[in-house]
Every structure is written in structure tokens, then in C-alpha cells.
């Protein structure tokens, strides 16, 4: 199952979401995770990562001290809390594996399904 993201939608600036993405185990396990996301007419761009053992978090300075990216390995699930969200958030967020990363970065697209966010007055 290829990984599925949700929880996006539409918010004022200073809102929150919480986003949600689940995989199969065969990709969520051993494996780094990563949001990605990609906002209107533009390329790709890291969001943020975390190590299997949820250790290492690391984000874009853009959005570090706002969000935070979790996960469960019991529920194979990766999740990204985004407080005080700006309209230069606004995009379509993916959650992908580092391969994945590696492979989005090159001009590929991502597996799976991502969650549109829209932060607006």
C-alpha cells in the first residue's frame, strides 16, 4: 500500500492541521520518513524527517519551532503538527521515504496520495 497522506484543508493564517499518513509496513518499516510538499506552480521541497526509532527530528528552517513530525510504528503512521501556519505553507504535502525523497528531488513524483493544505483569509 502505497503511502496515503490526509488531514489537510482550509485554514486561516495562525490556524492549525494535524496531518496524517499511513503505509504499508514493508515501506514505513526500517525507514526514515519524510514530509515533503509542493506548493502552487513550484518544484518539490522538504518539510521535514525522522528517524525509524521517531528519533532526530529535523525540519526546513521555514517551518522549524512551528511544526512537528511524529510517528507510530505500530500504526505505521507519520504525522505532522502544524501550528501558526502562513499562507506561504499553503501546498500539497506528501509523505514519502528517503528513497522516495531522493527520487522526488530528481523530477519524479512521489507515490501514493497527498493532502492538499491551504492557509488563506
Known amino acids: 500500500v502505497q503511502p496515503v497522506a490526509s488531514g489537510g484543508g482550509l485554514v486561516q493564517p495562525g490556524g492549525s492541521l494535524r496531518l496524517s499518513c499511513t503505509a504499508s509496513e514493508d515501506i514505513f518499516s526500517a525507514n526514515a520518513m519524510f514530509w515533503v510538499r509542493q506548493p502552487p506552480g513550484k518544484g518539490f521541497e522538504y518539510v521535514a524527517s525522522i528517524n525509524y526509532d521517531d528519533s532526530n527530528p529535523f525540519y526546513t528552517p521555514s517551518v522549524k519551532g512551528r511544526f512537528i513530525i511524529s510517528r507510530d510504528n505500530t500504526k505505521n503512521s507519520l504525522y505532522l503538527q502544524m501550528n501558526n501556519l502562513k499562507i506561504e505553507d499553503t501546498a500539497l504535502y506528501y509523505c514519502?521515504?528517503?528513497?522516495?525523497?531522493?527520487?522526488?528531488?530528481?523530477?519524479?513524483?512521489?507515490r501514493g496520495q497527498g493532502t492538499q493544505v491551504t492557509v488563506s483569509l
Open positions: 514519502a521515504t528517503g528513497s522516495d525523497w531522493s527520487r522526488i528531488s530528481r523530477g519524479e513524483s512521489p
